[in-house]
């Protein structure tokens, strides 16, 4: 009897190894699986009453990268200044790992742009056209954050951020099209917009060493220079992307 049990215990702890085993198999053919995985975004945008689609192929294991990554956020960081955390939000546009999918961003603004004979304005509205496209949402609501600034890449996959995560993007954008960008940010009003080094000629402006920074309203839709109200009538600190 002692036996018959000892060779059913046998038989039963050898069943789960293999079931374990198995299991296993499965998880890490999965991960393969998802390391290859390379997703198609279409984003769709207007410009000038044409509609356009932007089509991005984003390797899955990327974006759960950088969502993975540590972000700066001054709500977590009182004692400091909001204007600290500048230079790593900065930082986020200029991330070199996501070269290559801003780069796809651009290669077909650029392409768009020259068969259209688009001129330097032309250019940055057609950018902020397409940053304008993605859907407005709270961090409260897409994670578990009050502040949560997103790198290009999750933005772009997402279709969806708020003011800084469009700023980033479109700093991240313009930045690689050659453009002298700057984050404004408004403290008092908890807002993060862009600025663009370029005679636009007409809107709203802030002044840095002499340079004027023209508004670029990433989370909304006005055109290229002017800025919504309060923000229009607000002093901003200016941090150029570059550096």
């Known amino acids: ?9 046998i038989v039963v702890l050898v ?17 393969r699986t998802m390391q290859k995985t390379v997703l198609t975004v279409h984003n769709l945008f207007e410009y000038k009453s044409e509609e356009h689609n932007l089509t ?4 899955l294991k ?12 001054w709500l977590n960081y009182h004692q400091y200044h909001p204007y600290f955390f500048f230079a ?26 020259a068969g259209r004979e688009l001129n330097g304005k032309q250019r940055v509205e057609l950018a902020l056209a397409f940053v304008q496209s993605m859907t407005y949402s709270d961090d409260n609501v897409t994670t578990s954050s009050d502040e949560y600034p997103r790198y290009p890449v ?26 002298d ?32 920074y023209w508004y670029l309203d990433t989370s909304g839709t006005r055109s290229a220079g002017w800025a919504p109200e ?14």
Not at 88 to 113: C, H, T
């Open 56 to 59: 991005l192929h984003i390797p």
């Open 154 to 179: 999750e933005t772009l996959f997402e279709k969806e951020g708020d003011c800084e995560d469009t700023s980033i993007l479109l700093a991240a954008v313009l930045t690689d099209m050659g453009y």
């Open 181 to 212: 960008v700057a984050l404004l940010l408004f403290e008092e009003l908890d807002h993060i917009g862009l600025g663009i080094n370029y005679p636009l000629e007409y809107g709203n402006s802030w002044l840095l060493d002499g340079k004027r």
């Open 15 to 31: 069943a789960l190894i293999l079931a374990l085993a198995g299991w296993l198999v499965s998880v890490q053919m999965q991960v």
């Open 88 to 113: 790593e939000y900065a930082g986020m546009a200029r991330d070199p790992g996501d070269d290559a999918i801003v780069g796809e961003v651009v290669s077909y603004l650029d392409d768009l742009a």
């Open 1 to 9: 009897m002692k036996v018959r049990k000892l060779n059913l215990t």
């Open 62 to 73: 990327e974006y759960l990268r950088y969502k993975q990554k540590q972000r700066p956020s």
């Open 230 to 243: 309060p923000y229009n009538e607000t002093s901003a600190y200016i941090y150029p992307v570059g550096g």
